[in-house]
């Protein structure tokens, strides 16, 4: 028989024990209750007596990281622990509201949100199946204008969105060392009242700035690419001014610096496009031949 001294500091010892255990593991709920009464039946049995006061220790401090399956276990408000296990902070809800017919379960990114507004591109008109669609490939027309529609920032005076869309695997397709990133249409201080862009919008608009592309053409540069894989990357910018400064003979890295500078959030989304033969050996060819005329107006 212990003595009654000895009994108390060892049930002392042995909750302190259990205790530094079941920190130590992120116990929480029936698991640390469980783990508490296995302790005590089979190792600790001088623990016996310190069950009910470890249990209510466990009722007012929770470990920090809480294991999923134990989440129905736990209550979700937070109580302070007097002992420094820091409080149980229950799962916050994320809940988005778009003013849109398009409904979407995919929460935003970070990047995609300034303060209480985020952005939500659609690009069914441009991108299906994670390609482009054919009539922006190497057939595409002069007038070409990738049909892009979004969501967000409704009612924001003063802000402006912008559009680019970059080949990243110019000019040898994914995985050759020689590859840049080329820029292959841009659309800039687009109204924030606007919330789609098309070759219509753009025809009746005059604010609107495109960049003219290796063609000479404002618009969307045929996309057909002669060998390789390319990644193509389309990119929604929510803009906190007009850029200033601008035109469409502006460079596409000039054009990126500043996009960057005024920057409040951004979509973006990717494709991959294949080498289409006969399209990419007539756009290859008709690009030979506007270098050629440039090379001849310029030695006249």
């Known amino acids: 028989q212990v003595v009654s001294a000895q009994s108390k500091r060892a049930r002392k010892a042995c909750v302190l024990g259990c205790w530094a255990f079941i920190r130590e593991f992120r116990l929480v709920g029936r698991d640390a209750l469980a783990m508490v009464e296995l302790l005590v039946m089979h190792r600790m049995q001088i623990c016996r007596p310190s069950l009910a006061l470890l249990s209510a220790l466990l009722l007012v401090t929770r470990p920090a990281v809480v294991a999923p399956s134990s989440l129905r276990d736990v209550p979700v408000t937070a109580s302070p622990s007097p002992y420094g296990a820091p409080p149980y902070v229950a799962p ?3 809940i988005i509201w778009i003013a849109n017919s398009d409904i979407t379960t995919t929460p935003p990114l970070i990047s995609q949100c300034h303060g209480c507004d985020c952005v939500q591109l659609f690009a069914d008109g441009f991108v299906a199946n994670g390609g482009v669609l054919d009539r922006y490939k190497c057939n595409a027309g002069p007038d070409s204008i990738p049909e892009l529609k979004w969501s967000g920032f409704e009612g924001s005076r003063g802000k402006y969105f912008a559009v680019t869309v970059s080949d990243l695997d110019e000019p040898f397709g994914m995985g050759a060392m020689r590859n840049r990133v080329q820029g292959i249409f841009w659309a800039a ?3 924030g009242d606007w919330r789609e862009l098309s070759a219509e919008k753009v025809a009746g ?5 495109i960049g003219r592309n290796r063609k000479g053409k404002q618009s969307l540069e045929p ?3 002669t ?6 990357r389309v990119t929604l ?4 001014a007009a850029l200033p400064g601008l035109g469409p003979d502006t460079q596409y890295a000039e054009v ?7 920057e409040l959030a951004k979509a973006t989304i990717f494709a991959e496009v294949l080498p289409d033969k006969k399209g990419a050996a ?3 060819l008709s690009l030979h031949r506007v270098a050629y005329l440039r090379r001849r107006a310029g030695a006249l």
């Open 223 to 225: 996309i057909c690419p």
């Open 256 to 262: 990126m610096e500043q996009l960057e500078a005024a």
């Open 227 to 232: 060998r390789g894989r390319h990644r193509l």
């Open 282 to 284: 007539a756009s290859l």
């Open 237 to 240: 910018w929510v803009l906190r």
């Open 205 to 209: 608009s005059g604010g609107v700035i």
């Open 189 to 191: 201080n687009i109204p």
């Open 92 to 94: 916050q809800p994320y």
